[in-house]
């Protein structure tokens, strides 16, 4: 076992990786070409659900004392992710059934965690993802805590959504490794379902939803990266020592089959990773396939209503003295509803510092230009956002993104970034990149600035110019004509079409509303430095 410090977390205090290896080999390099696995496991992303990091430390300590650490597996823990939450002792989950303290969710700054990965609004978030490209493992697992409804099962289990997985991963994960974690936990006496999340709130009679990790998620980042991930969820309600051994016996079975299967799971990350490198079209954005559905046995309690002591109106309640086992609906069918074609390259300016600085962190691919540049390509207008009323983790998040591509000659400077899309980690590259992803950085307001507009004119002063310009210019005259006659409020408004003259002007500002990443399209020879 050896101890490696990474970065620094948002209280000040870096963060621990331990790593077990049986060869004793601590070099992720030579790792990857002894073709031995990395498992990466993560707990107390919220500190108030801290089963793992007790589960971790029994595990570490059993297999270092018994000798039974995995010969093709090198594992990495962290024990503690949320350091800053964890120092923040509490009883903040008043539904939970022990420990008798705990940490809290929110970080220093107040965020969680389990939100960060695009962002990478905290510290912490910067050192889990260098060591996630550091040692690249090809398993993640990440250890919590449930809420909501009642129900037998000790632990429940997310997996990355399989319509958004890989499919070459998905494969392996659905229909080996996933089955088999749920049989062998059976065998232990913690059988599994998928997390309760139900179709119709804490009802899960009406059916469960399989859950959706987008990419501000732990694992939906990690999914970007084609690494197999789970979530374990142990059940708030259940004593402590149980979902300590329960999230114990699924990081035992999880390293027993990843040692069996190590060659086979290394040889499938390698053809995801290629099969990405050329994939052509990314999907953006999922929603839940409703008409579709399996079915799956749930061991539930009978739940009912009786009379509350708060308030004297109905509450509800689960009874225990009253378990069932009745077969629900499984709803895990998501599509794509937003696409995007790839460019050969994306032009970043290097104006747009955090993302140039998040792109190094991920290890991606980038050249530079070697001299002021004006360049032939697409750029977007962005045609129209919703944004959210209120903050969420920080943020402003712009929703239901419209861009319009527009090509044209834009001028970038020396020192610029170009982001070629043949890398295996494409799918970071474009679903944060395309400004509609729903975990772009477009949605998550690092181009606010482009958002709004810089100059303007004065009305009675441009009214001149403008009536020059239509004179001077038939074509512009006809453009004004032709969408007055296609849009009736354009034709009753004066500063409309005044407007309508300004947009279409040399005098307006090229740069509003315009996303500031080009997307090169046709091939393009590039002189980089
Ligand atoms: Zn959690």
Redesign the pocket.
């Known amino acids: 076992m050896k101890l490696f410090n990474y970065g620094t977390t948002d209280v000040g205090l870096p963060l621990t990786l331990i790593v077990l290896s049986r060869a004793q080999v601590f070099d992720p390099a030579i790792i990857k070409k002894q073709n031995k696995c990395v498992l990466l496991i993560n707990n107390g992303?919220?500190p108030g659900?801290p089963e793992g990091i007790d589960a971790s430390m029994l595990f570490a300590r059993d297999m270092l004392k018994k000798h039974t650490l995995p010969k093709n597996v090198v594992i990495c823990i962290v024990a503690v992710y949320n350091i800053d939450g964890c120092l923040n002792r509490g009883l903040s989950r008043v539904n939970q059934n022990g420990p008798a303290s705990y940490g809290f969710r929110g970080n220093y700054r107040n965020l969680d965690l389990?939100r960060d990965f695009i962002k990478g609004d905290s510290r912490n978030t910067y050192a889990l993802e260098q060591i996630i490209n550091t040692w690249k493992p090809e398993i993640f697992l990440d250890n919590?805590?449930s809420d909501g409804a009642d129900y037998q099962y000790v632990m429940t289990l997310i997996e990355t959504q399989k319509d958004k997985q890989n499919p070459i991963l998905a494969e392996y994960t659905s229909k080996t490794l996933s089955p088999e974690l749920y049989r062998r936990m059976k065998l232990n006496g913690y059988e599994m379902i998928p997390y309760v999340e139900g179709m119709r709130g804490d009802d899960p009679d009406a059916g469960i939803v399989g859950y959706l990790e987008t990419p501000r998620y732990a694992t939906g980042y990690t999914a970007q990266h084609n690494i197999i991930s789970y979530i374990t969820e142990t059940h708030m309600l259940k004593p402590f020592d149980k979902r300590v051994y329960a999230t114990y016996d699924f990081m035992q079975n999880l390293v027993a089959i990843n040692e069996r299967d190590a060659k086979l799971i290394g040889r499938l990350k390698q053809e995801a990773d290629e099969q990405v490198s050329g994939q052509k079209t990314f999907a953006l954005n999922w929603e839940l396939d409703r008409t579709k559905a399996d079915t799956i046995t749930f061991k539930g309690y009978a739940s009912g209503y009786k009379t509350s002591g708060v308030s004297g109106l109905p509450r509800l309640f689960y009874d225990r003295s009253k378990p069932y086992t009745k077969i629900i609906k499984n709803y895990n069918t998501y599509k794509a509803t937003i696409t995007a074609d790839k460019p050969q390259a994306y032009i970043i300016p290097q104006a747009w510092g955090k993302i140039i600085e998040l792109f190094k962190l991920n290890n991606i691919v980038m050249g530079r230009l070697a001299h002021d540049t004006t360049l032939n390509l697409q750029m977007y207008y962005i045609g129209d956002y919703k944004t959210a009323p209120r903050p969420y983790e920080g943020h402003y998040l712009h929703t239901d993104v419209q861009v319009n591509p527009t090509d044209m000659a834009v001028k970038f400077y020396a020192g610029d970034y170009v982001v070629y899309t043949n890398q295996a980690l494409n799918r970071y590259i474009v679903e944060t990149l395309e400004p509609q992803g729903v975990d772009s950085f477009f949605a998550w307001n690092f181009f606010d600035s482009i958002l709004g507009q810089k100059e303007g004119y004065s009305a009675y002063v441009f009214e001149d110019v403008a009536t020059d310009l239509l004179t001077k210019d038939p074509e512009l005259r006809k453009k004004l004509d032709d969408e007055k006659a296609k849009d009736p409020r354009l034709a009753g408004s004066a500063s409309a079409q005044l407007n309508f003259v300004y947009r279409n002007s040399p005098y307006s500002e090229k740069t509003y509303l315009r996303y500031p990443v080009g997307r090169i399209v046709a091939p393009t020879k590039l002189d980089l430095k």
């Open positions: 992303i919220h659900e389990n919590h805590t």
